[in-house]
């Protein structure tokens, strides 16, 4: 693999453009570390379809978000036929469509908060009183749009007329939002790479959810608890439940899966098909902790690469 041209797709159009960034350049000062031929691509800057296959022999898909993790990249990298990292076009396009996630868990056993869908148009206040009683869903709700990464756009709403606002606010950025209980109790997340569960992270944020913020600021003073706190045979379970979810949606490579643990039951909340790979983030931590360095984490995420993910 030395001798190969490593493209590292990263920033991107997203909203997490940023972080994006930071990833690709994290993965980038590794590989280059380790001896690989290293040159990086903007998706903002110039269109897919000018990535030269001649000239790239594998991609390091770094992007995060909408565009390059919800099977759009995927799709170019597979036409231009170059192996890729991560998910393939169809995993990653349903890990971030966060109802047809949701269906998937389901059908597999997988328990997730419950949740009802408002389309822009459908929408009135009137109608989502009514959905709100029918579905028993008590305060403090979450709102959020479908298809957004990175706590992009969530809304935690204490009363109706909070709700309301929110819902009033996302409608002018977004055509469709999802609207679940608000689920307390420990905040949970597991990566898995090629298939095996790695190890899983508890999370105490500061602020009122692990948020943008909480997740990217060190001024947001998360807190970072590895291994998780949790009784060996819960921990255990977190580690098979993602395992299981990895694997019913067809994933590849690196995903995290986060869950709230409340009264003794994991709620599977998404999964993540691109983990960020910044200093900040929680696989490489998780990694860091299993005796994986950075850079064996980065170049194991490389050897996985492969066409019709």
Do not use: W
């Not at 690989?36 to 992007?63: E, G, H, M, R, W």
């Amino acid at each position: 693999m030395k001798n190969k041209k490593v493209l590292v797709v990263l920033g991107g159009t997203s909203g997490e453009r940023e972080v994006s960034l930071d990833s690709g350049r994290a993965c980038i000062k590794a590989l280059k570390k380790i001896g690989y031929n290293v040159s990086t691509f903007d998706p903002k800057k110039k269109q897919f379809n000018s990535i030269d296959p001649n000239k790239t022999d594998v991609i390091f898909n770094a992007l995060h978000g909408k565009g390059g993790e919800d099977g759009v990249a995927q799709s170019y990298f597979e036409y231009l036929k170059i192996p890729y990292t991560h998910s393939g076009v169809v995993s990653s396009y349903n890990a971030m469509n966060k109802i047809i996630s949701k269906e998937i868990f389901k059908k597999n056993k997988i328990k997730s908060p419950k949740y009802f869908v408002f389309e822009k148009e459908d929408y009135s206040k009137v109608k989502l009183n009514s959905r709100i009683k029918r579905k028993k869903i008590k305060f403090p709700i979450v709102v959020k749009p479908i298809n957004e990464g990175s706590s992009i756009g969530v809304k935690v709403c204490s009363n109706i007329i909070k709700l309301n606002k929110s819902v009033k606010f996302l409608f002018k950025s977004y055509e469709e939002l999802i609207f679940e209980p608000y689920i307390g109790g420990q905040e949970i997340q597991v990566a898995v790479i090629n298939g095996a569960p790695l190890g899983a992270i508890e999370l105490k944020p500061k602020r009122q959810f692990y948020d943008y913020k909480a997740k990217y600021s060190k001024a947001a003073k998360t807190e970072h608890i590895m291994p998780a706190n949790l009784k060996i045979s819960n921990y255990k379970e977190a580690l098979q439940i993602a395992k299981k979810a990895h694997d019913a949606l067809g994933c590849k490579g690196i995903t995290r899966s986060d869950f709230k643990f409340f009264k003794n039951q994991f709620y599977l909340l998404e999964i993540n098909t691109q983990p960020g790979m910044t200093n900040l983030s929680l696989v490489p931590e998780i990694a860091n902790y299993k005796g994986m360095s950075f850079q064996s984490l980065v170049e194991k995420i490389l050897l996985n690469a492969s066409i019709n993910r």
